[in-house]
């Protein structure tokens, strides 16, 4: 019973495991998809925090795995 508790934990560890072991931004991607997609979502975007030096929303974008009319509605 106490190890039910405990899944999501475990889970989430191992998704950290996997995204260390990733070598490009694409297989990151496929990481973070696999790892949301247990939770229900299925996009997804990782952006820096703004900066006076950076503060456009598409210059702020990390990795994305977005529609790209949702990516375009943000950017224009």
Do not use: K
Request: some cysteine; charged content about 20%.
């Amino acid at each position: 019973m106490l190890r039910h508790h405990f899944a999501h934990f475990d889970h989430v560890l191992a998704a950290i495991e996997r995204f260390e072991l990733t070598r490009t931004p694409s297989t990151l991607v496929d990481c973070i998809r696999a790892a949301a997609a247990v939770y229900g979502y299925e996009m997804f975007v990782i952006a820096a925090a703004p900066s006076a030096a950076r503060s456009e929303f598409d210059q702020l974008v990390l990795l994305r795995h977005w529609p790209e009319d949702w990516f375009r509605r943000y950017v224009h």
